[in-house]
């Protein structure tokens, strides 16, 4: 099982397990069936303009074709720039590309990414990629290791109900009723920030998620509650409020 970290903008490790060949496989496949299903649309507006006038049809069919192709040629580019490195069939399969320090992939990698599918699948036929993906350490194609980006699955290994928190008492009192604006995403956050304080004691990622979150929430804590006491008010109220709903 290949793992990749993601680092977020707290500077937090959060781990992602590395697409898998078959699910990569998956995902080409649905993305394949769409420019089917194109294609065949594309027929049909061929065979309809033999019927009605068959001296404008082989305009219609090369306007068509054209398009089709440009389709086939571009769509994963544009889909990945402009969906945050998903495709249809990405989306589906709940994959995207990401860059290896866990950003976002700027517009160059992403170019550079598809401009190997020359190599990846026209060159080699397809073979090249599977090939690849198969014996690369995070299971990249050619074009992944040029451009430095890597498929994850977009669910993180660490998830809220996988996360122990205390019991929190029937009679508990939310503090922060805005608590209701986050998710569980946000607590799996603060779960891994409390986790890294505990092994590097650095205080600087517990202050900056507090502010980060009082800013979210629109709230203040008194001077006397240091924002490690914040954080963990904000966990028992979220756990309180989820339990009640």
Request: aromatic fraction near 12%; charge should be positive.
């Amino acid at each position: 099982m290949e793992i990749v970290k993601v680092v977020t903008s707290q500077n937090v490790e959060i781990d992602y397990l590395v697409a898998s060949l078959g699910t990569r496989m998956k995902a080409r496949a649905i993305d394949y069936s769409i420019f089917f299903g194109i294609y065949l649309l594309c027929m049909m507006i061929f065979v309809g303009s033999l019927r009605s006038d068959a001296s404008s049809s082989p305009w219609i069919f090369g306007i068509a074709t054209i398009v089709w192709l440009i389709l086939c040629v571009f769509y994963d580019l544009v889909c990945e720039i402009f969906f945050n490195g998903q495709s249809i069939g990405k989306k589906v399969s709940k994959i995207k590309v990401i860059s290896l320090n866990g950003e976002r992939p700027t517009v160059s990698q992403y170019i550079l990414r598809w401009l190997f599918r020359i190599v990846d699948f026209g060159v080699t036929l397809g073979t090249g990629a599977v090939t690849s993906v198969a014996v690369s350490s995070h299971k990249q194609r050619f074009g992944d290791i040029v451009a430095g980006t890597v498929v994850i699955k977009t669910q993180a290994i660490t998830r809220y109900k996988d996360l122990t928190f205390k019991e929190i008492p029937l009679d508990y009192e939310i503090t922060y009723p805005q608590v209701s604006l986050l998710t569980d995403e946000d607590l799996i956050l603060i779960h891994d920030v409390f986790a890294n304080f505990g092994r590097t004691k650095n205080s600087l990622l517990i202050y900056k998620l507090a502010i980060r979150i009082k800013d979210y929430l629109h709230v203040s804590y008194p001077k006397e509650i240091n924002e490690y006491r914040f954080l963990e008010t904000i966990v028992n109220d979220y756990i309180s409020y989820t339990t009640k709903i």
